[in-house]
């Protein structure tokens, strides 16, 4: 059974920082590239970073210099850094993993992130 765990969320205030983490279970993990998706209320979901097995990463433009992600395979576990957080970074939260070769893809169940005086 694949489970893909995230932690790490919470409210904080501007200009805080939070670091998320997602622990997968039941999959090969470095054969999958893994990424953080985000969706605020009334807005679709949006790719905010992504990670490839070796290591390679995109951003949204919106986080970049601010937010940073990383993965441990060994850990099976990749995390986002986000700092210098804004209120438009309100959202829930989605860890996902997509099979390099194939269409394999797992999402987390979310985890909600709230930036707020």
């Known amino acids: 059974q694949v489970q893909l765990v995230e932690s790490g969320g919470g409210l904080v205030q501007p200009g805080g920082s939070l670091r998320l983490s997602c622990a997968a279970s039941?999959?090969?993990?470095?054969?999958?590239?893994t990424g953080w998706y985000r969706q605020a209320p009334g807005k679709q979901r949006e790719l905010v970073s992504a990670i490839t097995p070796a290591g390679s990463t995109n951003y949204v433009d919106s986080v970049k210099g601010r937010f940073t992600i990383s993965r441990d395979n060994a850990k099976n576990t990749v995390y986002l850094q986000m700092n210098t957080l804004k209120p438009e970074d309100t959202a829930v939260y989605y860890c996902?993993?997509?099979?390099?070769?194939?269409?394999?893809?797992?999402w987390g169940q979310g985890t909600q992130v709230t930036v707020s005086s």
């Open positions: 039941g999959i090969i993990f470095r054969l999958y590239k």
């Open positions: 996902n993993a997509r099979s390099v070769v194939g269409s394999l893809e797992f």
